[in-house]
Every structure is written in C-alpha cells, then in structure tokens.
C-alpha cells in the first residue's frame, strides 16, 4: 500500500511540473559581438588597456596591461599613475597606496617596483586593489566608471579602455582606498 501511495504522490509531484514552451521569432538576426575599442598608440609610445578583473570576498583587482606599441624600447619602473572618474569624467575623491595598503593579502602584490624596458609589442602589468566596504554610512560610496592613466607620473592623462562597452567598475565602497601594485613583466 506504501508503495502505491509513494506512486502516486510522486506522478502528482511530477505532473505539475511541466515545461513551457517559449515561442521564438521567425528569424533571429546573427548575434555580433561587440566590437573591442580602438586603441591608438599615444605619441608616449605606449598605450594602456585593461586586462581582466578578479573578485572574491568582497576584494577586486583589475589589471592594467601597458603595451609598447612604439618603434623603440620604452623604459619602465615603478608604479602606474592612475585615476578614477565618474559618469561625467570628474576625479573621485580616492587614496592611492603602493602596494596592497593593508586592503588585502594578495600574493605579489608588495613585490617592490623593478626597472625593465619593453622593446616593441612588449607588455608590462599592473594590478589595481580595492575592497568594496561599506564604513560609514553617513558617506557616499565611491564607485568609478572611468579610468585614466599616465606613462610617467608628468605626462598627459589618456583613457584606459575597458575590455568591454560596459566600461571600468571600482566600487571602492566608502573607504576610498586603492592599492596600485608596481609594473611586472607580463
């Protein structure tokens, strides 16, 4: 008896779980990707790019990727000069830090800057670390759509790309903090 009980709860179960069918239009268009940004290089002979994003537990680091697009070996050492901007491209009120700056532990991340030159088509990287931590709720959280970078920490700012439309997103919370690691050999 257990058993056709079990039998018939269980095709009751099943029977109100059935499949919708979802009607599709006629046609379907091909599916474009979106194209990548166009990258010029700079008169700098250099030109910067965002490489990928990591996120995990609340910690993000987005990699900046300078590339030598130049004719003649660029030198490279220290950090990058970075900036962070809103919708309408101002500056963020933002605390850069070499290194982690206690944000997080993130293996490389302290490694001191080492001087290298990057003959042409060479790329050097360079992380960028935040925490989206909320502190204090009497402050507006920071979130930064737009970035900018300078080859030297004199030249011109130019826009960093994002990898796609969507643009860059920082959302450094309410600490205001960015770590900037120093240039790596890529």
Not at 11 to 21: D, H, K, N, Q, T
Not at 26 to 40: E, K, Q, R
Not at 89 to 115: C, K, N, Q, Y
Not at 140 to 168: C, F, I, N, Y
Request: charged share 15%; net charge negative.
């Amino acid at each position: 008896m257990r058993r056709v009980v079990l039998a018939v709860l269980t095709s009751a179960v099943l029977a109100g779980c059935g499949v919708r069918e979802v009607a599709l239009p006629a046609t379907l268009g091909p599916s474009t990707p979106p194209a990548p940004p166009v990258v010029t290089c700079w008169p700098e002979g250099v030109v910067f790019s965002v490489a990928g994003t990591d996120a995990a537990m609340g910690v993000r680091v987005l990699t900046v990727e300078m590339t030598n697009c130049g004719s003649a070996p660029y030198p490279v050492n220290g950090y990058p000069s970075v900036r962070l901007l809103d919708e309408g491209r101002r500056p963020l009120p933002v605390t850069l830090a070499r290194g982690s700056a206690s944000i997080a532990a993130v293996p490389g991340f302290d490694a001191p800057p080492t001087p290298m030159t990057l003959r042409p088509g060479e790329k050097a990287r360079a992380g960028l670390l935040w925490r989206n931590l909320v502190t204090d709720t009497t402050v507006d959280a920071v979130t930064a759509v737009h970035l900018e970078a300078a080859a030297t920490p004199d030249g011109p700012w130019r826009s960093v790309p994002a990898a796609d439309a969507g643009g860059v997103h920082i959302d450094l919370g309410t600490t205001g903090q960015l770590g900037v690691q120093a240039w790596q050999e890529a």
